[in-house]
């Protein structure tokens, strides 16, 4: 059978040991709307979505959202900043540079195979970024930018051992679930800016 389509961007996978990923919590930018699974950038100290392409440094995937630094989640599951003021809103950020990922790719040009783990690729949005329903984006790996460099947004470790909703395994192909990490992740780099 055929791989679930359901396209949500980054994903989470390993957790310290309690149930929950390493986490740390940045003032939002007023610049773009971000949602769950989007991959940020900091610029100036805050956060903001990160270009989907290139060697941008990436500081972690959005997770959450909150009014004050650790608080609940206390607004729609995604954060639209045409309201915001300066200092309204912060962005649980899963920012561990050894967080891994899953995501599905896309169906445009040849699927990945295999041979696709260690290589980079890009990430695509769809046409509507965010479901404004679940506060979730509509990210994809892009399969025809894979490349054995690092000019990608993300790197493919291996194939998820998902399970798809009519039982069978996930299998290479059209919207494959793949584990990742971030390419160029700014806390590896060392290029951080204090929060």
């Not at 608080?71 to 950020?93: F, H, I, K, M, R």
């Amino acid at each position: 059978m055929a791989n679930d389509d359901f396209a949500r961007g980054l994903i989470p996978l390993n957790t310290n040991g309690h149930g929950t990923v390493n986490n740390h919590y940045y003032l939002a930018t007023t610049v773009t709307d971000i949602a769950i699974g989007m991959p940020l950038r900091l610029v100036d100290g805050r956060v903001q979505r990160s270009l989907s392409t290139g060697m941008v440094p990436t500081i972690g995937v959005a997770i959450g959202f909150s009014k004050n630094r650790g608080g609940s989640n206390e607004l729609a599951p995604w954060l639209d900043v045409s309201g915001l003021t300066s200092d309204d809103w912060y962005v649980q950020v899963a920012d561990d540079p050894d967080q891994e990922f899953f995501i599905q790719e896309d169906t445009g040009g040849t699927a990945l195979t295999g041979t696709a783990p260690s290589y980079f690729v890009q990430m695509l949005m769809q046409t509507t970024s965010i479901d404004t329903v679940s506060g979730i984006t509509r990210g994809e790996i892009d399969a025809s930018t894979a490349l054995a460099n690092t000019s990608g947004l993300l790197q493919i470790l291996r194939l998820h051992d998902y399970v798809n909703s009519d039982g069978t395994q996930n299998a290479v192909g059209d919207y494959a679930k793949w584990v990742v990490r971030l390419g160029h992740h700014a806390k590896a780099a060392g290029a951080i800016e204090a929060v």
